[in-house]
């Protein structure tokens, strides 16, 4: 933009903010004039897009056009409906934000072209993959078979769209467009019945009738002449010189079937299509006053066979009206008027019902879930004929109801642009919109409420007597007045039946003739019955049987239209809107031709003024520290040829060099806000000036920043290139993760790998350190298997490093320590505290063994000797002595004697308690007249001293250890016992029963 501000004598401003005069309509309109004079067809007013309709095909919308727009700043190009394309999609993509470009301008403004050019930027510049290329082709191809059904030539465009259209153009999370969705508003049916003159039906008819095979149209019962049909013949415009029917017709067909219509659909559709045809064509006969009765049977024959419905049905439903009145049926026949209004009816019924089903048919086609999404409105702008009826007044609403939403939002986002720049926001003046809406919607005393009322209401109602109603009920209104209530001046220019709304773009006349039946918009019952048995599917779907069920009366036409302009602001309003404000040059479609009158209406209309208005209401200009500093630094020795410090403090210094006054201009916290254009003309201009004087010296520092800009270039490829590959890895990895439960795929590949990688790398970090540690990281699902082979794998090697690691001794305590544990492990409760303890040699060495024992052994090798106290078989009395193993017996010692010997082989077995004392009685043969009976001992290391014994008398197998209590025999055949019991305090004593009762302790000897 800044780049064009040096020849705006020539092209004018390419943003209405900077243009100085803000309030001179004349100097806006000579701005247009200069731009389109040449070929500058698009101008900002801020972000809002102005676009003069040029009539000629420029050269602006080739795919390099489209390439030059892509991800560059609003303002670093010329204006361009790309520009506004694209910068819609970019908020999408980054701001995540649903966007919504509203298109609106007079018809032939150039609306709909500026959608179609929006979708094709879109089809061309955004990433695609094969499925989204159907999605592509049927958003694309779309348009043509809308166009066909639902546009017209009018006096106006050679192509008119007459009806609204909604569009939301779905994105996936690549920014691929995957599906979209319409809504369509209020199309003109009564154009089926009626064209004024030079204008023609929708496109489809004359389509159908110039480019249909010889076969369709038999079977239709078609010729191939427009002027055969009444419905075609009205505004005596069968053919038009832009149009090829012919071509068109071909196009159509194609895009129905990439849509993805069913022959068998197509041919439905046509034959709904030949009907209203054929229904045109119905004549009636009869006398003025008399009844009605159809003269052209041939047509109720096609009929019948194309919509599958009862001919003789359908030929009495043509000429009669049903009625219900108290619950009987009634049937009146109708006069010839009456009749020929039925069958209008009829076939602005059919029609319409046909275009929403077609529309909903579409809608399924490019059906997608879970997107974000770019909505398009391209709607009627505001429509001022000589004289204005129930559509205009419709049509108008509607944008009043658009200017209301614009209102809102730009001023939202001035003042948030304002708050977020740290600028105090100003309150700005400019006229709100809703009271105009509040007249026309509001609830009861609203416009629309008293049309309902007099259709609604028994009696003689007309549309005199709802004009009446207006003149009584908001006679009074600001925004209001009829013939009757107006002054003398303005009665002149207006009817008797008309009443004028000031509108906030300007007054508007309508005429109240046929505002009622409009608005109720009636289709007899029994026409509806007869399209209800219809064979024809399409039909079936639009006229629904519960309909004729439902009592009520159906929502007039007035209401339904605020109800979905209602729907419609809240989804506008869910979004972040563009706006695309389209201008008529002239009224003969022609190129170059700049018709101010034409213009003046259209701005005046279109209500550009007062969208100038509220966007200069601040600063005409802003932008950023960097762009501003980058720009005008030449003029001024400090930021000359580059600023070091701050940005801000950049700025500030550069206008200060300048001498901007403190009124002129703000620092906001990453923009310079300017408020009059001539402070940003005036610094432009000595921008010229030092350019020549710069020249020379320019030409070195040209070079330099050549090289500079050539390495800031490659440092930016390199930049670009790895944020694109770290996006290029989260998306891999999130896709992975979404299909992380499949088979390995290609979207699963990196995740996985990822993955097994990952878990390989902690477990490096967290093995075990000891055989003994037994924690092992959690694998994800894909390496389960691998990580437990892995896991013996590394166990075994440690598990034989450690085995290597063991000398002879050690291996001696481990073996006994493995004796231990066959024996003991579970079954005696002082066990556990025995193992971290380890087994010694011997608990007496040679010293404390008294050598007459050791003498009297002999050659006999002690292998182990402890301390025990022994329970003599009288009284149990504890008695010290020491137990000595051999290798042949155990033998018990008193000092210097040697009290008793017991031979390993006749060791009958070992018993001791399950608890944690000491006590253990070595069991010996009662025949042997040597032995005085079995021996009671005690030991304080009761575990390592029976795992000695065991191992020595090789009689591992049998100790028994008992629960309760142990017998044993006392010698002479006497019988002993010991009772086991747990307390606090150990204690080995004779209890009153004469056992030997054991009270042992949870943490007894070992
Ligand atoms: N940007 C453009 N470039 C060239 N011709 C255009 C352009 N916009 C509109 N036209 C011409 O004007 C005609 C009417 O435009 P259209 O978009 O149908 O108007 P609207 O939808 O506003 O009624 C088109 O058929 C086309 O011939
Ligand atoms: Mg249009």
């Known amino acids: 933009m800044e780049s064009a501000l040096t020849a705006r004598d020539r092209v004018g401003v390419q943003d209405f903010v900077l243009l100085e005069n803000h309030t001179s309509e004349a100097a806006f309109i000579e701005n247009l004039r200069k731009r389109f004079k040449e070929n500058l067809i698009y101008t900002y007013i801020g972000s809002v897009l102005v676009s003069v309709n040029p009539y000629k095909d420029l050269e602006i919308y080739t795919k390099n056009h489209m390439e030059r727009y892509r991800g560059i700043n609003f303002y670093e190009v010329s204006p361009h409906i790309y520009a506004v394309s694209d910068n819609s999609y970019r908020s999408m993509r980054t701001e995540r934000k649903d966007q919504c470009i509203l298109i609106s301008g007079e018809s032939g403004a150039g609306k709909t072209e500026a959608s179609k050019k929006i979708l094709q930027y879109y089809a061309v510049t955004c990433p695609a993959s094969d499925q989204v290329e159907t999605v592509k082709d049927r958003l694309l191809q779309s348009n043509p078979v809308l166009e066909a059904f639902g546009n017209a030539k009018t006096l106006r465009n050679d192509n008119s769209s007459r009806f609204g259209k909604y569009m939301d153009i779905q994105f996936d999370f690549k920014g691929a467009p995957v599906g979209g969705h319409i809504l369509n508003y209020l199309l003109e049916k009564s154009r ?48 038009v010189s832009s149009i090829n029917d012919r071509s068109d017709w071909k196009v159509v067909r194609k895009a129905l079937s990439v849509i993805g219509f069913s022959e068998d659909e197509v041919e439905e559709l046509l034959n709904i299509i030949a009907s209203v045809l054929h229904l045109g064509n119905i004549q009636y006969g009869g006398e003025d006053s008399g009844n009605a009765y159809i003269t052209t049977d041939t047509q109720i024959k096609y009929l019948a066979r194309l919509l599958g419905v009862d001919g003789l049905v359908l030929k009495e439903a043509l000429t009669h009206k049903k009625i219900i009145a108290k619950g009987e049926e009634l049937k009146s026949p109708l006069n010839l008027e009456q009749a020929s209004s039925a069958r209008d009816a009829l076939s602005k019924a059919v029609y319409g019902r046909t275009f929403t089903w077609l529309v909903n048919k579409i809608n399924v086609s490019l059906a997608y879930k879970n997107a974000s999404v770019i909505g398009l409105l391209d709607i009627y702008g505001f429509e001022v004929f000589q004289h204005n009826s129930f559509e205009q007044f419709c049509i108008n609403y509607c944008n009043e109801k658009l200017q209301q939403l614009f209102i809102e939002l730009t001023l939202k986002s001035e003042q948030d642009e304002y708050e977020a720049e740290g600028i105090t926001w100003e309150p700005v003046q400019y006229f709100n919109n809703k009271i105009i809406c509040d007249l026309v919607e509001e609830k009861f005393k609203g416009i629309i409420s008293i049309l309902d009322e007099e259709c609604l209401r028994p009696g003689d109602a007309s549309d005199i007597t709802f004009l009446e109603k207006l003149e009584n009920t908001v006679g009074g209104h600001a925004h209001l007045t009829t013939h009757k209530l107006t002054d003398g001046k303005t009665r002149k220019v207006m009817g008797r039946e008309e009443f004028r709304l000031l509108h906030y773009a300007g007054e508007v006349n309508y005429n109240v003739n046929g505002f009622l039946d409009k608005n109720n918009d009636l289709l007899f019952r029994n026409l509806k019955e007869v399209m209800c048995m219809s064979d024809n599917k399409i039909l079936t779907q639009c006229f629904d049987r519960a309909e004729l069920k439902d009592s009520r009366r159906p929502e007039t036409a007035a209401t339904q239209f605020k109800t979905s302009l209602a729907k ?146 490659i440092l930016a490829c390199r930049r670009a290139r790895r944020r694109r590959e770290a996006a290029n890895t989260i998306r891999r990895f999130i ?72 000398n002879p001794e050690w291996k001696h305590q481990l073996e006994q320590k493995m004796v231990a544990s066959e024996i003991f492990k579970n079954k005696k409760d002082n066990y556990p505290q025995s193992v971290p303890k380890l087994f010694v040699g011997t608990r007496l060495n ?9 003498q009297s052994l002999g050659s006999e090798k002690m292998k182990y000797a402890v301390p025990v106290t022994k329970y003599d078989r009288k009284g149990y009395k504890a008695r010290p002595r020491q137990l000595l193993l051999t290798s042949n017996s155990a033998v018990i010692v008193e000092e210097a004697k040697l009290k008793q010997r017991i031979d390993y082989a006749a060791l009958k077995g070992i018993s001791v308690s399950s608890l944690s004392d000491g006590v253990f009685v070595l069991h010996v043969p009662t025949e042997d007249k040597k032995q005085k009976g079995d021996v009671v001992l005690q030991s304080d290391h009761i575990i390592e001293t029976l795992t000695k014994v065991a191992i020595c008398a090789d009689k591992v197998n049998s100790i028994n250890i008992n629960q309760g209590s142990i017998t044993f025999t006392m010698g002479q055949g006497r019988e002993g016992i010991i009772d086991f019991t747990s307390g606090s305090e150990l204690l080995v004593a004779k209890a009153k029963n004469g056992h030997l009762s054991v009270v042992s302790r949870n943490n007894g000897g070992i």
């Open 192 to 239: 089926v019945v009626h064209q004024n003159h030079g204008e023609r039906n929708f496109h489809i008819f004359y389509q159908l009738i110039e480019g249909g095979e010889e076969d369709l149209l038999r079977r239709l019962g078609l010729e191939r002449n427009p002027q055969q049909y009444q419905y075609l013949v009205k505004g005596n415009c069968p053919k």
């Open 568 to 713: 419609l602001m809240e989804i506008l309003m869910s979004k972040e809107p563009s706006y695309v404000r389209c201008i008529k040059p002239n009224d003969a479609k022609q190129a170059g031709r700049f018709d101010e009158v034409l213009i003046r209406h259209q701005v005046k209309y279109l209500g550009l003024m007062e969208n100038l208005r509220v966007r200069r209401a601040g600063f005409a200009y802003r932008r950023h520290y960097e762009t501003f500093l980058q720009r005008y630094k030449s003029l001024c020795p400090e930021t000359w040829p580059s600023w070091q410090g701050k940005l801000a403090d950049g700025v500030s210094t550069l206008v200060k060099h300048l001498g901007y006054k403190p009124e002129e201009y703000k620092l906001g916290r990453s923009k310079i806000f300017i408020r009059f254009p001539k402070t940003l003309f005036a610094t432009e201009d000595a921008l010229e000036t030092r350019k020549h004087s710069l020249g020379e010296r320019e030409s070195h520092v040209s070079h330099a920043v050549v090289v500079q800009a050539w390495w800031k270039g």
């Open 735 to 806: 896709k992975g993760f979404i299909y992380r439960h499949n088979e390995r795929c290609p979207e699963n590949e990196y995740f996985l790998d990822y993955v097994r990688y990952s878990f390989l790398m902690k477990l490096r970090r967290n093995l075990p350190k000891t055989v003994l540690d037994k924690s092992w990281p959690t694998p994800p699902t894909a390496l389960i298997e691998a990580s437990e082979r892995l896991r013996k794998l590394y166990m075994q090697n440690m598990v034989w490093g450690y085995c290597k690691k063991i």
């Open 846 to 854: 040679g010293e404390e063994i008294n050598p007459k024992v050791l």
